[in-house]
C-alpha cells in the first residue's frame, strides 16, 4: 500500500501501518476486495462526539444531517450520539423529492412539442441531445432542403449523392418524425 503520511491524533498503527478499529488498513482493503473503501470506528466516533460535548457550552446541541452521511449503520450511531437530527418522516419524504428532482431528465420542450412522453424517455441522452438539435434547426428554417443544408454542411462536399433533405428525412423517420410534423409554425 502506498504510504499516506502520519498515523492521525487518536488513530494507532501497527508495523507503521494505520490500524481503524483494531484492524490494518490492508486487512481491511483485502476483506472488502479493494479500494475505494471507506472504514469508519464507532469507536472513534464515540470519542470525538465526547471531545466535542465537552469542548462546547453546556446550552448548545448537536446535530446529525442524514445528508452529511447517509451509510446506515453510521445513521444509527449518531441518532444515539447526537441531540437533534434524527431522521423523521418529513425528512424521508424531502429527501426522496430531492433525488427524484435530480434524477429526472431534464424537461426539453423542444423535444415535447413533437414527441409523447414514453418516446422521449425511450431515448438515450445522445439520441435526445442530437434530435433535440435537428428539430431545433428544422423549426428554424423554411424548408426541408434549408435544414438539411444547414445540418450536414460539413460533410455534404464529401458524398457522391448530395440530397440533404433525404438524409434528413430518414434521420427523422427513425424517430417517427416528419418534417411537416416538426416545421408546424404554431409549435
Not at 498515523?7 to 472488502?32: N, Q
Not at 420542450?109 to 428544422?138: H, K, N, S, W, Y
Not at 455534404?156 to 428525412?169: A, V, W
Request: hydrophobic fraction near 45%; aromatic fraction near 6%.
Amino acid at each position: 500500500m502506498k504510504p499516506l503520511g502520519p498515523i492521525p491524533a487518536g488513530f494507532s498503527a501497527i508495523g507503521g501501518e494505520l490500524v481503524i478499529a483494531g484492524r490494518t488498513c490492508r486487512a481491511l482493503v483485502e476483506e472488502a476486495g479493494g479500494t475505494p473503501l471507506f472504514a469508519y470506528s464507532a469507536d472513534m466516533i464515540r470519542r470525538r462526539m465526547a471531545d466535542l460535548r465537552a469542548a462546547m457550552p453546556e446550552r448548545l446541541r448537536i446535530h446529525y444531517a442524514m445528508k452529511a452521511n447517509p451509510y446506515g449503520l453510521i445513521l444509527e450511531l449518531m441518532a444515539t450520539l447526537a441531540d437533534g437530527g434524527r431522521i423523521g418522516v418529513d425528512l424521508v419524504h424531502e429527501e426522496i423529492e430531492r433525488l427524484r428532482a435530480a434524477w429526472a431528465p431534464a424537461r426539453d420542450e423542444t423535444l415535447e412539442r413533437v414527441l409523447g412522453p414514453g418516446q422521449i424517455a425511450a431515448l438515450d441522452l445522445f439520441d435526445r441531445m442530437q434530435l433535440q438539435a435537428v428539430v431545433a434547426v428544422c423549426q428554424r428554417s423554411s424548408s426541408l432542403a434549408d435544414a438539411g443544408r444547414k445540418l450536414f454542411a460539413a460533410t455534404r462536399s464529401k458524398r457522391n449523392s448530395i440530397n440533404d433533405s433525404d438524409r434528413l428525412r430518414k434521420y427523422l423517420a427513425r424517430f417517427d418524425l416528419e418534417w411537416a410534423r416538426i416545421s408546424e409554425r404554431s409549435l
